[in-house]
């Protein structure tokens, strides 16, 4: 891979102030792009802003909630207006949910929707009309592992990227053409507040988990992937090869996962 391959670069990065986000914002910095954060939060901003001053002449902040359409518009506007150009967009931020299905609530599932997926629908839509007057561009969505490989009690949390892959999957091959690239990234469990953060029910600290990655090491793979071009990322080759095995044997791959879960299933 090209030493420079990150150069100049102009990467939109939504979801920065916390986890992955940061840690590839932080990544490709220093690896010489020119990054847009993105953040619903003022402070956070400022708090990055205030972390990452050496950086300052690189890093543009925009303030948006990604589930609010007009904030998605607007940002596009000011990046178009002050920018002119960008390479990439990676959407990234995101929200949890735990909760048996049954019980989960409409509330919930609607605003791990609004952003998991119209959040990124979004962001996707407004970066397509860009990319195409720019005559190209790469989209970057960060799913889950759990879309390959559904878990118990995570069913909306699923759900919600579960269908902005496939989303994904059909806007690659409509956006060929215009030489727009999209990629999806399937990562397995990161240390980051993300669990803390989820709605529904308190994650267990000993919930099963098939890989557990510092945000770093997660960040450095996606981006990695991405200077790749790889349709799906993953971050960690265990998680690739029990993804390929479930596509092989299902039904087992399902029986493990029972098992891991059983005393959590049966409530204990
Ligand atoms: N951690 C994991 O185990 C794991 C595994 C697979 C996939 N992922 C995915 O990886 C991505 C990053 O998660 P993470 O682990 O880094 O979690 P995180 O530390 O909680 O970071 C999530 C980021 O998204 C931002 N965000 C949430 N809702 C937003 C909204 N409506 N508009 C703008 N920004 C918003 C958060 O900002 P606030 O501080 O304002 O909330 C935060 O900066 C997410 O898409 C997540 O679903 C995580």
């Known amino acids: 891979m090209r030493k420079d391959f990150w150069e100049d670069k102009i990467v939109i990065i939504t979801g920065v ?14 690896k010489g792009a020119k990054v847009v954060a993105i953040s619903r ?11 990452l001053i050496s950086f300052s002449k690189n890093l543009f902040l925009i303030k948006a909630d990604v589930s609010f359409r007009k904030d998605c518009e607007d940002a596009f ?7 002119k150009t960008a390479d990439f967009l990676i959407n990234n931020a995101g ?8 019980e989960i609530e409409d509330l919930d599932l609607k605003r791990v929707f609004d952003t998991n997926f119209f959040g990124a629908f979004y962001m996707m839509k407004y970066g397509i009309a860009f990319f195409k007057e720019l005559g190209g561009g790469t989209i970057v969505n960060i799913c889950s592992l759990g ?3 559904p878990v118990p009690f995570t069913g909306g949390y699923t759900a919600s990227k579960a269908a902005l892959s496939t989303i994904a999957d059909v806007a690659r091959m409509e956006l060929k053409k215009y030489n727009i690239n999209i990629l999806n990234a399937y990562p397995g469990s990161i240390l980051t507040s993300f669990r803390k953060k989820a709605l529904g029910k308190p994650y267990p600290e000993d919930e099963v988990r098939l890989s557990r990655l510092s945000p770093d090491v997660a960040a450095r793979r996606i981006i990695r992937g991405i200077e ?14 029990f993804v390929l095995f479930t596509r092989l044997f299902p039904h087992i791959s399902d029986f493990i996962v029972e098992k891991a879960f059983e005393k959590r299933l049966k409530g204990l």
Do not use: F, H, P
């Open 41 to 51: 939060s003022k402070e956070s901003l400022k708090g990055l802003q205030n972390e």
């Open 17 to 30: 102030t916390s986890g992955l986000g940061k840690e590839m914002t932080k990544i490709l910095l220093k």
């Open 95 to 102: 929200v949890g949910l735990r909760c048996e299905v049954e």
């Open 228 to 241: 790749k071009s790889r349709k799906e990322i993953y971050t960690s080759k265990k998680d690739y090869i």
């Open 77 to 83: 506007k000011i990046i178009k207006d002050k920018l």
């Open 147 to 149: 879309v390959k490989r």
